[in-house]
């Protein structure tokens, strides 16, 4: 018998998508107990009128605060004892053997804290979207992949990334709670977007290892692309320059700052130039930035406090992010 996996899915006004998601869930081919839970933020009676055919009830949560994506998913953590935990969007399908392949990965690589598998777009399946998070030199985190031709590309055994896309992303509980803050698995301050590049920095700074692993192949429908930056609501583009700060403030030491920062530097001013000179919305999340600081500082004293890894040794994760490297997305208008 396989271990337990506990599956997530966090949902913000979902659509009809969900159910193919669900459906996903209900047919993987895994031998091990495999639990699935819907927590649904700032629940309405649309989405609850979508949810409660496809799920039992003491597989979903109906909250009416919108807890983000962090805190939703940190509260289906914590309820589960699983040994595994699925992080799944609603807006991905699963191949029935995911959680199968992906499980066995872990299970035969006991220091590896995360995987991920193949993820293709879903709306054109020849094309990537994300085979795990690429750090870059000035300080972005990207899609490894996205993209590219799905054909011929990343189709090797299972190789280390920096870590998964929360998208569909497998952890280790042990993991988990190795790296928590307080309880809290994914930083609740970031709310959503880059919370899943946040959770993987950490865990490398302990220590954890992650895998892509190709054989476990998922389809996810991109929203967040450089390309469609100027037709994004402006809330997810306040998190987006935001948590580019947040993320640097809380996780990347003084060797890594110095090594990086003519690329980091002049990234951070091109953010700032956009958002004073043409995405306005996005100023207050400079100014959150600023709010926010002293607590990043205190999670910062404990990150980095607790590290069993060198910055010489994490660097190599930037250096491999280099412009014009394949597999590193090209962005052309995200200030992130």
Same mark, same amino acid.
């Given at each position: 018998m396989r271990p337990p996996v506990s599956v997530g899915v966090?949902?913000?006004?979902?659509?009809?998508?969900?159910?193919?998601?669900?459906?996903?869930?209900?047919?993987?081919?895994?031998?091990g107990?495999?639990?699935?839970?819907?927590?649904?933020?700032?629940?309405t009676p649309?989405?609850?009128?979508?949810?409660?055919?496809?799920?039992?009830?003491?597989e979903h949560t109906f909250s009416e605060a919108n807890l983000g994506f962090s805190g939703g998913h940190n509260a289906l953590?914590?309820?589960?004892?699983?040994a595994y935990y699925l992080c799944l969007n609603p807006d991905a399908v699963l191949s029935p053997g995911y959680v199968a392949e992906l499980v066995a990965t872990l299970e035969?690589? !006991?220091?590896? $804290?995360?995987?991920? /598998?193949r993820l293709l777009r879903l709306d054109d399946d020849a094309v990537l979207d994300s085979t795990g998070i690429v750090m870059t030199p000035d300080q972005r985190h990207l899609d490894r992949g996205a993209?590219? !031709?799905?054909? $011929?590309?990343?189709? /090797?055994?299972p190789e280390p990334i920096f870590g998964p896309s929360g998208a569909v992303a497998m952890y280790r509980r042990e993991m988990l709670e190795d790296v928590a803050w307080r309880g809290e698995y994914f930083d609740e301050a970031f709310f959503a977007y880059r919370e899943d590049a946040d959770l993987a920095w950490r865990a490398q700074w302990r220590g954890w290892g992650s895998l892509y692993v190709p054989a476990a192949v998922a389809w996810h429908r991109r929203r967040v692309t450089p390309g469609r930056r100027s037709m994004l609501p402006a809330a997810i583009n306040r998190?987006?320059?935001r948590n580019r700060f947040l993320l640097r403030l809380k996780n990347q030491s003084a060797g890594l700052a110095w090594r990086f920062a003519l690329p980091g530097l002049w990234r951070d001013a091109q953010v700032v130039g956009y958002v004073l000179l043409r995405e306005w919305t996005s100023l207050p999340g400079l100014l959150d930035v600023v709010r926010l600081l002293p607590?990043?500082?205190?999670?910062?004293?404990?990150?980095?406090?607790?590290?069993r890894v060198r910055s010489a040794e994490l660097a190599r994760w930037f250096e491999k992010g280099r412009p014009g490297q394949s597999g590193v997305t090209k962005v052309t208008d995200t200030p992130g």
């Open positions: 966090v949902t913000y006004h979902p659509d009809a998508l969900l159910a193919r998601c669900v459906a996903s869930v209900r047919a993987q081919a895994y031998d107990a495999l639990t699935l839970h819907v927590w649904d933020n700032a629940s649309a989405s609850r009128a979508l949810i409660e055919p496809l799920t039992s009830p003491d953590i914590r309820r589960s004892t699983a035969s690589n !006991p220091t590896v $804290g995360s995987a991920t /598998g993209d590219e !031709p799905a054909a $011929g590309h990343y189709l /090797g055994g998190y987006s320059v607590t990043m500082l205190v999670r910062r004293r404990h990150v980095l406090g607790r590290r």
